[in-house]
């Protein structure tokens, strides 16, 4: 049973910074999506085994995925937060890369685990 535990979630003002963890039972391919209601879930970053990062263009500039690979921990670090932020952010993970990114945009094409989710909430 795959375990993806995320973290880090809260309450800011615009402008602020958070930092999500999400620790794996095992080492996968992992990114991270956000929900918020009445919307699809939508990519927000992701990175590749070689280092290599994508961000979803809404977020491009302000925000940094990186990767604990000892750890099997995907942290996001979320700086000049927007109210537009706001929503629960999830982990998720797989076997392999079933991520996609066209034109700034990050597509879930079947990643097989998810965490619970961790709310981030944005005030402005």
């Known amino acids: 049973q795959v375990q993806l535990v995320e973290s880090g979630g809260g309450s800011v003002q615009a402008g602020g910074s958070l930092r999500l963890s999400c620790t794996a039972s095992?080492?996968?391919?992992m990114a991270w999506f956000r929900q918020t209601a009445g919307k699809e879930r939508e990519g927000v970053a992701a990175i590749d085994s070689d280092g290599t990062t994508h961000y979803a263009d809404s977020v491009k500039g302000r925000f940094t995925v990186s990767k604990d690979n000892a750890k099997n921990t995907l942290y996001l670090q979320m700086n000049s937060l927007k109210p537009e932020d706001t929503a629960i952010y999830y982990c998720?993970?797989?076997?392999?890369?079933?991520?996609?990114?066209?034109?700034?945009?990050?597509?879930?094409?079947?990643?097989?685990?998810w965490g619970k989710g961790t709310l981030v909430t944005i005030s402005s």
């Open positions: 095992g080492s996968y391919y």
């Open positions: 998720a993970a797989d076997e392999v890369k079933n991520l996609g990114v066209v034109a700034g945009v990050l597509y879930d094409y079947g990643m097989d685990y």
